[in-house]
């Protein structure tokens, strides 16, 4: 089958090059007058490799489409692939091993366990999967995102910044292919935000993963290789090499 669309390219198919791909992916929220057509046929894909942000008006779709992409929610048509894997296709039980094994996730809000430290919050998706992983893969994953040191702190005893990126440990320690981002600097001042973008730019330049990242924040943007604006449901293009002037003003053009 062949997708086309905005940044995907007229005919080009679910090949190895395209870490995600969706096809006329639609979404619908509720019944008879209260139906809400979050998503309506969206057609884009995700290079391997890359660093993508998606960025709307509040309500365009964006989570949405996230969630869709993650496999955290099924669309109501369409399909969703993680490489080559039609995971619209997946039962719940094979859903949950991908998302698992594939896909890792960060939110805004952190949603770190307050109860447990550094160390044990980044393995618990390993356990959760009945894995006991060693100490040492543990800690190379808390050195990668900086916080090789804060190992034994629990999230009240790290910054909001630290907390964040415990969370981008937590959602690497799979080696996933792709990591979806929700608003990952929703609630970091500017400093923190900057370590958490420059740690999430590194997670594509060095590690070669994929990293797709919605944002409301023109310059949070400006550290992806692309912007896909989403407004109503739908794709209303896209830019390579954003600059927070060019994001802004495209920004502000979708909500004129
Ligand atoms: N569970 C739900 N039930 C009903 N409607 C929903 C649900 N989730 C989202 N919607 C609706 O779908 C549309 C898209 O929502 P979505 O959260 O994807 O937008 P968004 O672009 O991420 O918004 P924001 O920037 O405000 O977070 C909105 O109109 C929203 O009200």
Known sequence: MSVTGVGVGVGVGVGVEQAVTLSAVARLYGRGERRVSALRGVDCAFARGSFTAVMGPSGSGKSTLLQCAAGLDRPTSGRVFI?????????????????????????????????????????????????????????????????????????????????QRVAVARALISRPEVLFADEPTGALDTHSSREVLGLLRSVVDQAGQTVVMVTHDPVAASWADRVLFLSDGAVHGELAGPTVAAVSEHLARLSG
């Open 83 to 163: 490489g080559r894997t039609d995971i619209s296709a997946l039962t719940e039980t094979e859903l949950t091993k991908l998302r698992r094994e594939r896909i890792g996730f960060v939110f805004q809000s952190f949603n770190l366990m307050p109860s447990l430290n550094a160390r044990k919050n980044v393995a618990l998706p390993l356990r959760l999967a009945g894995q006991r992983p060693g100490r040492a893969r543990v800690d190379a994953a808390l050195r990668q995102v900086g916080l090789g040191d804060r190992g034994g702190h629990r999230p009240a005893e790290l910054s909001g910044g630290q907390q």
